[in-house]
């Protein structure tokens, strides 16, 4: 069937909401590299979940089963504690420099088994196999390798102070880039002499699983990192194990509050990384090529599926027309589809729950007024699809402009004034990241300073290093993942 335009303020029911062509991908069964069935990874073999449980995990590609993955419940979460606890005490005493050699022994394995860990990746999540191949994989491998280098050199974080790990930290991580979350955490923790028991998220625990496999390969101590899996119970019971020093927690902002609630009064250390409505701001005098490229980058990068992405166009009144036009021509250049497919720019929704949040966001925008523009692109009859998706004449007040839909769809707002952009961009609960694109230097600097975001970009957007802490302000959490401010999270100073 012909794809239909999007041109009017109400397009065709089926542009919006799917399956416009008759395309469907041939269904594979799973890679010979993801097993048929994990069990958890407790003190450092394979263990049978007690309740014998396991849940299918599906590739949000075709919906197809790739594997099946272990219930945890209480006692198994106790057990993997129990193995941390006790392993604790020789990792935490292990030399440092060797302790180094370990992470770097990970990192090495990572980058061997790159292209596995991709396809992993991207079949269990639905991502561009372009970016698990040349972002999740490879930064994630830098993150060990960025911390393999602090090992030994952790009184350089502060100077007169002994520095020291923690414990057992108890680690809940999101699906949206499940390999390169475990990374952030599990890198810095272990440098810093502490021991780990980590929850990956439901609907993407196999590249965490086959991390498991890497640990074996790296000959690391038994106990020194535990993978458990399964939902909510699951992690609400790694997060309140009595043996957790330390929560480190990426995910929602109503997950994150409960934690922070349950574990008041706890002593337990916590950092929350959670969600965000980023303003990317666009002025009259910015380089506006590279600034529509920005802008098609900090929205559709992942699906969207980022904490960060720029999912609020601010773009100076003069402007709007001119970069709204610029945007529609190169919406229709992008890919979406197959996530397989190395030539696609927008892969699948992770799973139907999010798909079906995407879609009722994007039919409150609708409802409210805004202007919906999507390209005339066909969507795969089988998995989860969402069009790339702007919204023009977007107010303050819509759920489009406040809520995180977290999927690939832009909402356009205007300011005339650096004053009104600084103003409207802050004015939304998350504070995690922001960009600024100008030719002004001045403005740059003056602007970072009054935007609430722990990341600012400026004519750049969605960069990342190892070295450079990532976190936010208001209800986007607390604490920092990355650089030196990172790994002074996983320690404590005597
Ligand atoms: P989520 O909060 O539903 O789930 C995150 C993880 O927490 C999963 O592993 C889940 O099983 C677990 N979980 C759910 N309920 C729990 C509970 N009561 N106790 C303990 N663990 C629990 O979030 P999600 O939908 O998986 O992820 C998307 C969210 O994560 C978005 O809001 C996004 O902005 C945020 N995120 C933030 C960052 C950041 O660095 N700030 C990075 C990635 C994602």
Avoid at 442 to 448: D, E, F, G
Wanted: one cysteine or more; proline letters at 6%; hydrophobic letters at 40%.
């Amino acid at each position: 069937m012909p794809a239909k335009k999007a041109t009017s303020r109400q397009p065709a029911r089926e542009l919006l909401f799917g399956n416009l062509w008759e395309y469907d991908p041939a269904p594979e069964s799973a890679p010979a590299f993801i097993d048929a069935k994990y069990n958890l990874f407790i003190n450092g073999k394979w263990t049978t979940p007690k309740s014998r449980k396991h849940f299918d995990s599906i590739s949000p590609r075709n919906e197809e089963k790739l594997s099946e993955i272990a219930h945890a419940g209480l006692s198994d979460v106790d057990a993997a504690y129990q193995a941390a606890s006790k392993a604790f005490t020789s990792w935490s005493k292990l030399p440092p420099a060797d302790r180094g050699k370990y992470l770097f022994r990970i990192a090495r394995l990572l980058q061997d088994r790159a292209r596995e860990f991709a396809v992993a990746e991207t079949l269990d999540g639905g991502k561009p196999i372009k970016e698990s191949r040349d972002f999740d994989v490879p930064m994630a491998a830098a993150h060990f390798f960025y911390h393999a280098g602090w090992a030994d050199k952790l009184p350089y974080l502060a100077p007169g102070r002994r520095v020291e790990p923690l414990g057992v930290v108890g680690q809940v991580i999101p699906w949206n880039f499940p390999l390169l979350m475990l990374a952030w955490k599990i890198a810095p923790a272990l440098a810093a002499g502490n021991t780990v028991v980590l929850k990956p998220a439901e609907t993407t625990s196999i590249t965490a699983l086959k991390f498991a496999s890497i640990l074996q390969e790296a000959d690391l101590p038994p106990g020194v990192v535990n993978i458990v899996t399964g939902a909510r119970e699951t992690g609400a019971a790694v997060v309140t194990h009595p043996l957790a020093a330390k929560i480190a927690f990426t995910g929602s902002t109503a997950v994150g509050k409960w934690i922070q609630h349950t574990l008041a009064g706890s002593g337990k250390k916590l950092t929350l990384e959670l969600g965000g409505k980023a303003a990317n701001i666009i002025f009259d005098d910015a380089p506006l090529d590279q600034a529509v490229e920005g802008i098609i980058n900090g929205i559709f990068f992942n699906q969207g599926h980022v904490c960060c992405a720029g999912s609020r166009l601010l773009v100076q009144e003069s402007i709007a027309e001119t970069v709204l036009a610029k945007l529609k021509v190169r919406l229709k250049s992008l890919r979406t589809g197959d996530p397989m497919d190395k030539n696609t720019d927008v892969g699948a929704i992770n799973s139907k729950p999010q798909l079906d949040k995407i879609r009722a966001l994007v039919q409150s925008g609708i409802d409210d007024g805004a202007e919906i523009h999507q390209a005339p692109w066909s969507l795969p009859n089988k998995g989860f699809y969402f069009a790339p998706t702007l919204f023009s004449g977007v107010t303050m007040s819509q759920r489009i402009a406040q809520e995180e839909i977290f999927g690939p769809v832009l909402s356009i707002l205007t300011f005339r004034t650096p004053e009104e952009a600084v103003e409207k961009a802050n004015n939304t609960p998350y504070g995690l990241s922001a960009g600024i694109w100008t030719d002004k230097g001045s403005r740059i600097l003056k602007m970072a300073t009054e935007l609430k975001a722990g990341v600012v970009w400026a004519n750049t957007y969605n960069k990342f290093d190892p070295t450079s802490p990532f976190g936010g302000f208001k209800e986007s959490g607390f604490g920092r993942e990355g650089g030196k401010q990172g790994l002074l999270d996983y320690t404590t100073l005597a």
